[in-house]
Antibody, heavy 111, light 108 residues
Framework: EVQLVETGGGLIQPGGSLRLSCAAS????????MSWVRQAPGKGLEWVSV???????YYADSVKGRFTISRDNSKNTLYLQMNSLRAEDTAVYYC?????WGQGTMVTVSS | DIQMTQSPSSLSASVGDRVTITCQAS??????LNWYQQKPGKAPKLLIY???NLETGVPSRFSGSGSGTDFTFTISSLQPEDIATYYC??????????FGQGTKLEIK
């Protein structure tokens, strides 16, 4: 069974850093593209970043230069390194593989 | 980037009603469109893929149609458990995965 489990969310001060992890099971993270999608409280879905099987990465303009997507094939895990966090980054972050979504992890940026 | 315009943003209907949501793409996306259902506190769940194909296990009262730039999502007979927010998503021109703004469906 394909499953995604995100961890790493929490409360962080503006300007701080956080790394989200997405542990995958039932498939290999390098086999296809994987994405991060976020949802601010009471708002819609916003694509954040994608990493393709060949390693190419892309980012939404709102996070470009601050967030980095990566994966560890040996751990079958996807990551999102988030630096210089802002209040507007507050959201539930979902890891997505094809049509499979994780349960999400909440990131709150506040002083 | 492709923009997806979804309407209405909210909708109130009675149990048994036929409900329709539309999604318009800013350019031709063929049939590369998903429809998701999201309930509060939960991740989105895929209902329709390739614009009109019903995901396995999804009740047949849900359907989708359209191609090119104009798409429609329909619930033929609204049930209380269908209360949720619905999103369209294009996957023709990636990245990014582009979502519609969402339609919040409530029971009248």
């Amino acid at each position: 069974e394909v499953q995604l489990v995100e961890t790493g969310g929490g409360l962080i001060q503006p300007g701080g850093s956080l790394r989200l992890s997405c542990a995958a099971s039932g498939f290999t993270v390098s086999s296809n593209y994987m994405s991060w999608v976020r949802q601010a409280p009471g708002k819609g879905l916003e694509w954040v970043s994608v990493i393709y099987s060949g390693g190419s990465t892309y980012y939404a303009d709102s996070v470009k230069g601050r967030f980095t997507i990566s994966r560890d094939n040996s751990k079958n895990t996807l990551y999102l390194q988030m630096n210089s966090l802002r209040a507007e980054d507050t959201a539930v972050y979902y890891c997505v593989y094809q049509i499979i979504w994780g349960q999400g992890t909440m990131v709150t940026v506040s002083s | 980037d492709i923009q997806m315009t979804q309407s209405p943003s909210s909708l109130s209907a009675s149990v048994g009603d036929r409900v329709t949501i539309t999604c318009q793409a800013s350019q031709d996306i063929s049939n590369y469109l998903n429809w998701y259902q999201q309930k509060p506190g939960k991740a989105p769940k895929l209902l329709i893929y390739d614009a009109s194909n019903l995901e396995t296990g999804v009740p047949s009262r849900f359907s989708g149609s359209g191609s090119g730039t104009d798409f429609t999502f329909t619930i033929s007979s609204l049930q209380p458990e269908d209360i949720a927010t619905y999103y369209c998503q294009q996957y023709d021109n990636l990245p990014p995965d582009t979502f519609g703004q969402g339609t919040k469906l409530e029971i009248k």
